[in-house]
């Protein structure tokens, strides 16, 4: 069965330094997201992507955010400089349509993700 | 404002025995809710979708209802197993657009033998 994959599983880091985390979509699928959750906390929406550019994004995303496709199968969330609150499980999602009030469900399928940790 | 409410936050039920999880939701206009599986440390995985002319689904022992008048949906599971022990996340979808998925906080759930 199709899956997302990401990689790494876990990744330390220092404060202040870029992380890349990456994700292989489903490959028939047109709309891909990041999500972060924060240990105990809710899933939240960071940012989507579509047609090879940013569709929406939250308030979390901020200029430290970028996202970037940059072949036919990888998805990439860069923080270019981390902080102590980075720290969190982020995990990636695709799904083949658009959810719309027509019907169309949108299912996100989710990666295991990737945990960061902070110092 | 949209938003999603779960109860109980935790759970702790012993193996064989059956359990309801509440989810509350005030997102307008609603397209459909699906309740999510996430095993610790996975990602959340979807168990069933309602729409708001469905009122029950079931998916196993799985078993979601809906009432779209009263924004209020349950999973019920029944004969609980220990591979049952996750959070069940309860997230709802409104009808602007692909991106607006509000996510509920989740249930813990805990199947002791």
């Known amino acids: 069965e199709p899956e997302v994959t990401q990689t790494p599983s876990h990744q330390v880091t220092q404060m202040g330094q870029e992380v890349i985390l990456r994700c292989v979509p489903i490959?028939?699928?047109?709309?891909f997201y990041w999500y972060r959750q924060i240990l105990g906390q809710k899933v939240e929406f960071l940012v989507s992507?579509?047609?090879?550019?940013?569709?929406?994004k939250s308030e979390i995303f901020d200029d430290q955010f970028s996202v970037e496709r940059p072949d036919g199968s990888n998805f990439t969330l860069k923080i270019r400089s981390t902080k102590l609150e980075d720290s969190a499980m982020y995990f990636c999602a695709s799904s083949s349509r658009k959810g719309t009030s027509g019907g169309n469900t949108g299912e996100l399928f989710f990666g295991e993700g990737s945990r960061l940790t902070v110092l | 404002k949209n938003q999603v409410e779960q109860s109980p936050q935790s759970l702790i039920i012993l193996e064989g025995k059956n359990c309801t999880l509440q989810c509350n939701y005030t997102v307008s206009p609603f397209s459909n809710l699906r309740w999510y599986k996430q095993d610790t440390g996975r990602g959340p995985v979807s168990l069933t979708i309602m729409t708001f002319s469905e009122n029950t689904k079931s998916n196993g022992r799985y078993t979601a209802t809906l009432d779209a008048d009263t924004k209020q949906s349950s999973l019920h599971i029944t004969a609980s197993q220990l591979s049952d022990s996750a959070s069940y996340i309860c997230?709802?979808?409104?009808?602007?657009?692909?991106?607006?998925?509000?996510f509920g906080t989740g249930t813990r759930l805990t199947v002791i033998p």
């Open positions: 992507f579509y047609n090879n550019e940013i569709s929406e």
């Open positions: 490959s028939n699928h047109l709309y």
């Open positions: 997230v709802v979808r409104d009808q602007t657009g692909a991106n607006n998925l509000f």
